[in-house]
């Protein structure tokens, strides 16, 4: 591939590989969702053949390819990401898109992580030293990340729109490294100077990025404060001074439920939350876990579930300002 080539990414792998290759890492789902109409992708995949009954995030993530013509190559999280992504990929390549497959070891082992994330490097043709220079590089990203987010719960200086944005696109880094770089140091230098807010309702968002719209706006507006977004936290790489292996054996997305409870309930209490929404989408096996979840955690859970990229449904909405109701002092 060409110096600066752009590569779709179905979820978060180890960028600093693609990176270290000279090639421009594009996050799918972000496209996706940010798209003018997403609805319309997913009923685009839907009318060239997928299944009603699949992801939604797949089906954008395939429509928007349609659209993308010169992303040649993808990357395929095989394992560790989500049930329909093996299938997609075959799809993909009956297409005659290069597929390059990730997988994220189950159970978690690092030595398997080591192998995959060598085959990754020669695939591209980077080699150890070169991949361990960007991410020397992207370290102060990743710890202005760490602050952002500390902003958010701490001081609530950072909304929670603005934590999850930041946060779910550092996957990427919005495909442009530098441009990222220097807007997060000018958003950081923004918000320093912002009074704190604390309010009594302090939410964590768990579960894969929600897929609704207008979710922020609707609990602000009932008074609540999100000061924990699981997922977007986990792309972001919350860990530092990790070596490569290390960082990825410890992002807990890819890996068994018991990997994720223990990093949440360190969450509710290094945070104060008093409360979680559960975020779980229509067809996805991370449904199983909600019960689990309920059982381990010690607070009060709400479960919602999305389908496709729309505003908040009445019933939702009501769920969402009874939940609220309950967790105020």
């Known amino acids: ?14 960028v600093e590989v693609v990176l270290a290759a000279g090639l421009t890492p594009v996050d799918l789902n972000n496209i996706f969702i940010t798209a003018p109409d997403p609805w319309g992708l997913v009923s685009e995949a839907e009318a060239a053949g997928l299944p009603r009954t699949i992801c939604a995030w797949v089906k954008g993530i395939y429509a928007t ?14 394992q560790g990401d989500c049930s329909f992504t093996q299938a997609l990929g075959e799809i993909l390549e009956a297409e005659g ?24 490097m020669k695939h591209l043709g980077v080699t150890p030293e070169e ?20 902003l958010t719960w701490e001081t609530g200086q950072v909304s929670g729109r603005e934590n999850f944005w930041w946060l779910v696109s550092s996957s990427d ?10 807007k997060l140091t000018q958003f950081l230098e923004e918000v320093r100077i912002r009074p704190p807010v604390h309010r009594p309702v302090r939410l964590g968002f768990i579960g894969i990025p929600p897929i609704f719209t207008d979710l922020w706006d609707n609990l602000e507006e009932l008074g609540a404060q999100v000061v924990f977004h699981e ?21 807990t997305y890819p890996y068994d439920i018991s990997v994720r409870l223990a990093d949440l309930a360190e969450a509710v209490t290094t945070r104060r939350l008093t409360g979680l ?11 199983m876990f909600d019960q689990t979840i309920r059982e381990r955690l010690g607070v009060p859970v709400l479960t ?24 105020r002092p």
């Open 1 to 14: 591939m060409p110096s600066g080539a752009r590569v779709g990414l179905t979820t978060t792998i180890p």
């Open 65 to 78: 390819l349609q659209r993308q013509p010169d992303i040649q190559a993808v990357i395929v999280a095989c």
């Open 97 to 120: 898109r290069e597929v390059i497959h990730f997988k994220f070891p189950y159970p978690r082992s690092r030595k398997l992580l080591k192998q995959e994330i060598a085959a990754l």
């Open 131 to 150: 991949v361990r220079r960007v991410q020397e590089d992207l370290a102060p990203i990743r710890r202005d990340l760490r602050e952002l987010d500390r």
């Open 173 to 182: 880094f919005a495909s442009d490294v530098e441009a990222y770089r220097k």
């Open 231 to 251: 997922m977007p936290r986990q792309f972001s790489m919350p860990y530092g001074d990790l070596d490569l292996v290390e960082q990825y054996y410890r992002y």
């Open 277 to 287: 929404v559960h975020y779980t989408q229509s067809f996805c096996f991370r449904q």
């Open 304 to 327: 919602i579930e999305g389908d496709r990229p729309t505003p908040l449904d009445s019933r939702t909405r009501m769920r969402l300002e009874a939940f609220v109701d309950v967790l």
